[in-house]
């Protein structure tokens, strides 16, 4: 993406400089630690790091559905300009029905294993559809969003409790959740990595689809490197907490910058050849008391003394690409 194209689309969601810590039992984890992102209309936008580097933590701060012991020391998120920590709590309550939603990597923790599938979806419905509409009208959202998810015989569906349907068709259903309130964002914490790895790849198309369909944007959380590259326009690199690289998806895979992006896609195993991926020595900071410069210096091969005393800006290396780190220079 050009600069001129990054600016020109339409902004659904900010987020801006935002730090989250957690308080256990008064040691406080400093997680996420100014963390930036927009994410365009219809946009699909990735999140890739190891696991604890705070993925989950971000998602749960755009809907606010932090724990209880998360303190948000900074920054803010603006959902269609609108800060999220600063909504009164009908304007949340909106936002979570109408306008954001979540999908979770294990689709049987998200549905109640005791009320049947028409139950669930209908009560969501009710929600997110001016009040008294009749049952009959949401029955036939309903439908048609499972039909739009590719589900077979959606009436048997409506009919079933989730323990009468497969990781795949419950995950199926989720979506069809979000999508019928007809929400603008769907966040999409690793969908499907439960499951086998050829539903997965039918989850993730069925979410491609739906977002050029229907407009929706993409969170897209994952682990995998290759997940995000093929359901991404855009991309956030997270290390411990942080944003160390992003820009197109695209550009971040063809020339990563930051050395831990290097390193990630060194990590990646290979399916031909006979050595192993080298992965990354070391693991992610002890986040009562992260590195005080870059986050990632105790682990770079890289890094010198300006690494472990001062962050390092997010620099545009070239045209809305960015990358943190001391010796990345502009255009190189
Ligand atoms: N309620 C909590 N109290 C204390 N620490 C927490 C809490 N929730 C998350 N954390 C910590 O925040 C860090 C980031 O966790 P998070 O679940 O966001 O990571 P993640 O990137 O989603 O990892 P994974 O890929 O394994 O799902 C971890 O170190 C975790 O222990
Ligand atoms: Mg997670």
């Known amino acids: 993406m050009t600069k001129g194209e990054e600016n020109k689309k339409e902004?659904?969601?900010?987020?801006?400089?935002?730090?989250?810590?957690?308080?256990?039992?008064?040691?406080v984890s400093h997680v996420l630690d100014g963390i930036s992102f927009r994410v365009g209309k219809g946009e699909r936008v990735g999140l890739v790091g190891e696991s604890g580097c705070g993925k989950t933590t971000m998602l749960k701060a755009i809907l606010r559905v932090l724990p209880r012991n998360a303190l948000v020391g900074g920054g803010?998120?603006?959902?269609?300009?609108?800060?999220?920590?600063?909504?009164?709590?009908?304007?949340?309550?909106?936002?979570?029905?109408?306008?954001?939603?979540?999908?979770?990597?294990?689709?049987?923790?998200?549905?109640?294993?005791?009320?049947?599938?028409?139950?669930?979806?209908?009560?969501?419905?009710?929600y997110s559809n001016p009040k008294g509409t009749p049952r009959k009208k949401l029955y036939s959202l309903a439908i048609e969003a499972l039909n739009n998810v590719v589900l077979p015989d959606p009436e048997r569906i409506m009919k079933s409790f989730p323990y009468q349907l497969s990781g795949g068709m419950k995950q199926r259903v989720c979506i069809a959740i979000t999508i019928a309130a007809g929400r603008r964002l769907m966040l999409a914490d690793e969908p499907g990595t439960s499951l086998d790895v050829?539903?997965?790849?039918?989850?993730?198309?069925?979410?491609?689809?739906?977002?050029?369909?229907?407009?929706?944007?993409?969170?897209?959380?994952?682990?995998?490197l290759g997940v995000i590259r093929e359901s991404t326009s855009y991309v956030n690199i997270m290390y411990a907490g942080t944003v160390v690289e992003s820009g197109a998806t695209e550009d971040v895979f063809k020339k990563p910058?930051?050395?831990?992006?290097v390193a990630l896609m060194a990590c990646v195993?290979?399916?031909?050849?006979?050595?192993?991926?080298k992965g990354i020595p070391g693991r992610i900071p002890d986040y009562t008391q992260p590195p005080g410069g870059c986050?990632?210096?105790?682990?770079?091969?890289?890094?010198?003394?300006?690494?472990?005393?001062?962050?390092?800006?997010?620099?545009?290396?070239v045209s809305g690409h960015r990358a943190s780190c001391h010796f990345v220079r502009r255009g190189e």
């Open 11 to 27: 902004i659904l969601l900010e987020v801006r400089n935002l730090s989250v810590s957690f308080d256990v039992y008064g040691k």
């Open 76 to 126: 803010g998120i603006f959902f269609e300009g609108r800060n999220v920590f600063e909504m009164p709590d009908a304007e949340l309550d909106v936002m979570r029905r109408r306008g954001a939603g979540m999908i979770f990597q294990d689709p049987s923790s998200a549905l109640n294993p005791v009320f049947s599938v028409e139950s669930q979806f209908l009560t969501a419905l009710q």
């Open 198 to 224: 050829t539903i997965q790849d039918q989850i993730l198309r069925l979410i491609n689809n739906l977002a050029e369909d229907k407009k929706l944007s993409v969170i897209m959380v994952s682990h995998s």
């Open 257 to 261: 910058r930051h050395p831990y992006t």
């Open 269 to 277: 195993p290979k399916l031909t050849g006979d050595s192993l991926a």
């Open 295 to 317: 986050r990632f210096a105790p682990r770079c091969p890289q890094a010198e003394g300006v690494c472990r005393e001062q962050k390092p800006p997010h620099l545009e290396v």
